[in-house]
């Protein structure tokens, strides 16, 4: 049945309208995206086909164009589309944080761009958010990209990337595509190289943090800085 023919009141679009965002559900919302489903199919259960093909909205996010467009119904218009809904997520919530001025202030704004930048990559991602001396905003940097397990990180390349930038403190963050936001050996130990690194040119790690499984975990909430 499609969409139009369901009660006004059950309408994803019309509750969205009548009752805020919050109040739809993942497939509802993706199906306002959509806009149309396919022969035999209305918007919704497309949706939910494809949320139960990629595993999460997040996921789905991220696919590649090759597998997007391999759904019957998409295309490359489409896929555009999705990108520019998530490129400009991100870019409020990095306004978010460049307008709260101190961005200690607000660990959950940090968080939860962090979440949408690096979430949903299959291969590591290490990236920098370089702060003034006011803990404002500079710029945000990805600076390595790795395979499933693993990125090679290198220190003098930061420090450069810090002086270029004069830096007064730097936030790192990287995601564990394994899901799980837990650090290990290696990541405490290239913590504590880079803070000693950074110390040489009074630039101050503030924290690192982990991107997994919908989870951001922090070095310094758990006192490993």
């Known amino acids: 049945m499609a969409i139009t023919d369901w009660p006004e009141d059950e309408r994803p679009r019309e509750r969205l309208l009548k009752q805020g965002a919050a109040s739809l559900s993942d497939a509802e919302l993706l199906a306002i995206f959509l806009r149309m489903g396919v022969t035999g199919k209305s918007a919704v259960d497309l949706a939910r086909e494809l949320l139960k093909q990629f595993g999460s909205l997040t996921a789905l996010g991220y696919a590649s164009q090759a597998d997007f467009c391999a759904i019957p119904g998409l295309g490359p218009a489409k896929y555009a589309q999705l990108q520019a809904v998530l490129e400009m997520a991100r870019r409020a919530l990095r306004e978010e944080m460049v307008q709260g001025g101190n961005v200690l202030n607000s ?76 650090p290990s050996n290696a990541d405490q130990l290239l913590t504590q190289a880079l803070k000693n690194a950074l110390a040489l040119i009074d630039t101050r790690v503030m924290d690192h943090f982990i991107v997994g499984g919908g989870t951001v975990l922090s070095f310094a909430e758990r006192g490993l800085l």
């Open 107 to 182: 660990p959950q704004a940090v968080k939860n761009y962090l979440r949408l930048a690096l979430g949903g990559h299959e291969h590591e991602v290490f990236c920098a958010l370089f702060l003034n001396a006011q803990n404002g905003l500079i710029a945000c940097e990805e600076l390595f990209r790795g395979t499933l397990t693993q990125t090679s990180v290198y220190p003098r390349e930061i420090l450069k990337r810090a002086l270029h930038h004069n830096a007064a403190g730097v936030i790192f963050a990287h995601n564990h595509p394994s899901g799980v936001a837990e």
